[in-house]
């Protein structure tokens, strides 16, 4: 079983800054992917930004040039920096992670998520 346990939610007025991280544990033979994603009240969850294992990111359109992804291999995590945030950001935001284990056996998993606010 593989855990993915985010840090770094929190309060923030607009215009400011937050970090998040995730860190993945468990059995695995590779991640393949790791991502963040978010909801907010009302709404469905979305895509915010996602790393491959290659390094090869996924933005969504709204967080382009604001945010970042990055990822620390040797200790299998996954961070978001979240700069210039505004009050649309605020969302609960998942870590995902998509992990190999075997040959023919890929796992999606999703973190407890952590809450991220922005004032006005």
């Known amino acids: 079983q593989v855990q993915l346990v985010e840090s770094g939610g929190g309060l923030v007025q607009a215009g400011g800054s937050l970090s998040l991280s995730c860190a993945a544990s468990?059995?695995?033979?590779?991640?393949?992917?790791m991502g963040w994603y978010r909801q907010a009240p009302g709404n469905q969850r979305e895509l915010v930004a996602r790393?491959?294992?290659?390094?090869?990111?996924t933005y969504a359109d709204s967080v382009k040039g604001r945010f970042t992804i990055s990822r620390d291999n040797a200790r299998n995590t996954v961070s978001l920096q979240m700069n210039s945030l505004a009050p649309e950001d605020t969302a609960v935001y998942f870590c995902?992670?998509?992990?190999?284990?075997?040959?023919?056996?890929?796992?999606?998993?999703w973190g407890q998520g952590t809450q991220v606010t922005v004032s006005s």
């Open positions: 790393i491959t294992s290659g390094g090869s990111t």
């Open positions: 995902h992670a998509r992990v190999q284990r075997g040959l023919n056996n890929e796992y999606s998993y």
């Open positions: 468990g059995i695995f033979f590779r991640i393949n992917a």
